[in-house]
């Protein structure tokens, strides 16, 4: 690796932050630094191809991502076999997997850590060979996800309306059959939470007792989501103790639905799955966090 190198991969529509200005702050800050800023703006078009390419052209220590979690899923899946250190600069409409790791500061305050050597190593998930870094889910939130990518209305304003439009429009529960090593759940639900962290992009806290480098994922089964319920989740105070939640912690499941059901991954629609097979990585990821 280039000690000197640092690639900064920009998502040029994520959130409603100047990229330009952004860009102009990095490169200003690597340059007090003394080090080579090399910039890559996705395009929705062969960006995993283009993203490995340009890494391996500069062969970076450092790779900076600006954008949601569904940028720096992109970049981490782009180089899941290289260990660069990568940084986040949470400018998504979803910043989920930031929230999590305490980058809620300014942006000036995150491209400072951002150029830090203090980090973290956390998990991801492998779901039918396809990379989770934050939460994936089926069902409600991802109906939730559906909807939203379709309104004109962005941001939270746009997430707050889909809510409750997805609430009143939800449909009937789907079966379904959860497998580990140590049991076999049969259930009817309306949504089931595959997660490596705690909190949804909203700040929403899902998963209490997640923990990203610990070698397990939690799957967490909603059964009946009623408003009740809901604004239980949203006020972090999750029902998980209730007949209407049920939480598993494993490194391997493997989960058949008895009809296609909308499923998303770090925040990006997937296409509908009946079935999925799900492990937890055997490597990590490193990304850069302030210093306790």
């Keep these: 690796m280039e000690k000197n190198n640092v690639m900064l991969v920009v998502n040029p529509i994520s959130g409603g932050v100047d990229k330009a200005k952004l860009i102009g702050q990095v490169s200003h800050y690597a340059k007090y630094?003394?080090?080579?800023?090399?910039?890559?703006?996705?395009?929705?078009?062969?960006?995993?191809?283009?993203?490995?390419?340009y890494y391996a052209q500069y062969n970076p220590e450092r790779v900076i991502v600006a954008g949601g979690d569904g940028t720096i899923k992109l970049v981490a899946e782009a180089l899941e076999q290289q260990d660069p250190l990568f940084a986040i600069l949470p400018v998504?409409?979803?910043?989920?997997?930031?929230?999590?790791?305490?980058?809620?500061?300014?942006?000036?305050?995150?491209?400072?850590i951002a150029f830090q050597n203090h980090f973290v190593a956390i998990d991801f998930i492998n779901i039918n060979n396809r990379m989770c870094i934050h939460l994936s889910d089926l069902g409600l939130n991802a109906d939730l996800i559906k909807n939203y990518e379709k309104s004109s209305i962005r941001g939270k304003l746009g997430y707050a309306l889909q809510v409750f439009k997805t609430l009143s429009q939800a449909g009937k529960s789907f079966e379904v059959s959860i497998k580990n090593?140590?049991?076999?759940i049969e259930a009817k639900a309306q949504m089931i939470v595959i997660a490596n962290s705690q909190k949804y992009g909203t700040g929403v806290v899902i998963n209490p007792i997640g923990i990203m480098g610990d070698g397990k994922f939690e799957l967490i089964i909603l059964r009946k989501i009623t408003f009740g319920v809901f604004l239980k989740i949203i006020?972090?105070?999750i029902?998980?103790?209730?007949?209407?939640?049920?939480?598993?912690?494993?490194?391997?499941?493997?989960?058949?639905?008895?009809?296609?059901?909308?499923?998303?991954?770090?925040?990006e629609c997937c296409a509908d799955e009946t079935n999925l097979d799900i492990s937890i990585s055997t490597r990590q990821l490193r990304i850069a966090t302030l210093k306790n």
């Design 92 to 112: 998504g409409s979803a910043n989920g997997l930031a929230t999590d790791l305490g980058l809620v500061k300014s942006l000036e305050d995150n491209i400072a």
């Design 239 to 267: 029902p998980v103790s209730s007949g209407d939640v049920t939480v598993i912690s494993t490194n391997k499941a493997l989960i058949n639905i008895n009809k296609p059901t909308s499923f998303q991954i770090d925040g």
């Design 33 to 53: 630094l003394n080090l080579n800023l090399y910039c890559l703006e996705t395009t929705g078009v062969d960006d995993l191809q283009n993203i490995r390419e």
């Design 181 to 184: 090593k140590e049991q076999l």
């Design 235 to 237: 006020m972090g105070k």
